[in-house]
Structures are given as C-alpha cells and as structure tokens.
C-alpha cells in the first residue's frame, strides 16, 4: 500500500508518499481501512523529534486517530466484526489506506466520517483534563485557547457539567464561542482585568489549551494558587508547579458516548478543510501554522 513516511525528522517535507506492506491485524487488534484521518499538532512535534519519548521508527506512518470500516479482526477481538464502522486511536500511522487500532468505538449512522476521525483525541485530553480539574456544576472555568479544536470540545463538555466557561480567543472567534455557550474574552496584555470583569466572583478553575505563557497570569487569578489549574501545552508548567497532563487512559465507553453526542448534534468538532492523503505534507504545514479554524482530516 502506498502511505506517508518520514524517514528522517524535520520539516513537512520529509513526508512522501512510498510504498510499505500492509499491516495485519494481532492479538487484541483489528485492521480498519482508513476512510478519514485527522491531523494533529502532535503529529508535527514527533516528526521534528521535538517528543523523544514517542520516537518513531524509520520510516514512520504518522497519525494518531481515524475514522474507517473493519475488515479484519484479530484474536481474542470481541464486540467488533469485519464491515462495522468505527473511530478510535490508532496502533500503526493513520495516514495510510490501513490502520491498525486497539481502542474503537462504534460510528453512529448519523456522524460523518470526517466529523468521527476528529473525535477521539480532542475529547479523550479535553474530558481527562475536566476530570483532573474536578469540575462541577456551578463552578467558573477559564480556558485558554478555547477556540481551537481541543479548547471547543472542552468548552462544551464543561457547559454540559454545568459550569460557567470563559474562554481567551482572538476577537474574530468570539461568535463562535458564545454559539458554543461561552463567554469569549480577547487574550493578550489586560487579560486578567478582561477576566475578572466578566468573573467578578473570581475563577475555581483553569485548563490552558494554548500554550502562549497563560500560566502566570492563570496563577494571578487564582488567587496566587497553582491548585487546578492543568495545561496540555506550556512545557513552563513544571517551572511554575503546574500540572502538564499529556496522556491518560483511553476509555471506548466515554468515545462511543462522545460519537453519540456528536451524532445528535450536541458536540461539535469544527472541520477547517480535507485534504487527498498525498497532500499530508500541505496538511500538517497548515497545522504548524497554528492558525487552522478546526480540525484538518485527511482522506486516503
């Protein structure tokens, strides 16, 4: 099968498109035909090798994530068969017309393919990191970087806990962040006036989905407490005392539960644009960007 390789870090393009063997299902596993595949920022960071502790092997197949059809199933696999429609975290590369998964959840009839691949990551870091803040209804949340694909998902998961979400974006995402329930408040210098303007009962609790030095001025409004507040991307984290959460446990359970959602129309995952798989190198060019407004899927 034809596939994205790197074979060497650097920049996007060391991605091509060559010739590898197909994989096939193992123990645990089944094989998907990959019919979307998303783009993350974290695909970028491993190639540059900016991530040692997920060094790929050469030549490496990136993506994390996909949406496809089971058409091989391995032993000991139960709960899924050969023609289901599912989305999950990938074992092998995604950027490939077969991927290898252990985690699936079931595709409802009603969830594009594009929307499915963009599922899994967003709201696996955006539910964990809710978690760890332990936020309940009632509380105010101040979320950084909330118009991204991660920080939207966890804006709508906190509203859907009943909390009041704030969230930092540029002005020219603020409709879209109160069509999503929260309140938009412009980043940059003032920032903590902005927020205690619109929060004068102050804030319970912060997650950074940005990463652009917020964690300071997060501390400040806390009342000078590093306590719950939980960043996903400021490596300044572990200067200042703040939690960096990177992983945890996928749950199929909670991602069936968030397709379902997606699937009724109460969680949304803005797509930016789909791109041919031999586009991948454009594709994740526009992600270290920084700028794209939703998730960038590709489509083998």
Do not use: C
Not at 21 to 48: S, W
Request: proline share 7%; no cysteine.
């Amino acid at each position: 099968m034809k596939a994205i390789v790197y074979e060497e870090y650097g920049g996007p393009e060391v991605l091509h498109l060559k010739e590898i063997e197909e994989p096939h299902a193992g123990p645990g596993q089944v094989r998907l035909k990959v019919v979307a595949a998303a783009v993350n920022p974290l695909d970028h960071k491993i190639r540059h090798g900016w991530m040692p502790f997920m060094a790929p092997a050469f030549p490496a197949v990136p993506g994390l994530e996909a949406a496809g059809i089971v058409d091989e199933v391995g032993e000991g696999v139960t709960g899924v068969s050969v023609g289901d429609e599912v989305l999950g975290w990938t074992d092998t590369g995604a950027y490939a017309p077969y991927a290898l998964a252990t985690d699936v959840a079931p595709k409802p009839a009603g969830l594009g393919w594009e929307s499915a691949a963009a599922l899994p990551v967003a709201t696996e870091t955006s539910a964990r990191v809710l978690d760890l803040l332990g936020l309940t209804e009632g509380e105010t949340l101040l979320l950084h970087g909330a118009a991204g694909v991660v920080g939207a998902v966890g804006v709508q998961l906190a509203v859907a806990r009943g909390a009041t979400v704030i969230g930092t974006a540029s002005p020219a995402n603020h409709d879209y962040l109160r069509s999503l329930g929260a309140i938009p408040v412009a980043y940059g210098d003032g920032l903590a006036d902005r927020v205690r303007a619109v929060a004068p009962g102050g804030i319970d609790a912060v997650y950074d989905a940005a990463g652009h030095g917020a964690l300071r001025v997060s501390t400040e409004l806390r009342g000078g407490t590093t306590d719950r507040i939980v960043t996903i991307a400021d490596p300044e984290a572990a200067d200042l005392g703040i939690t960096f959460s990177s992983g945890g446990p996928r749950s199929v359970t909670a991602l069936a539960e968030h397709a379902r959602l997606a699937a009724a129309g109460r969680l949304d995952v803005r797509i930016a644009r789909s791109f041919p798989l031999a586009d991948a190198a454009e594709a994740q060019r526009e992600s270290e960007s920084g700028h794209p407004r939703g998730k960038l899927i590709l489509r083998p």
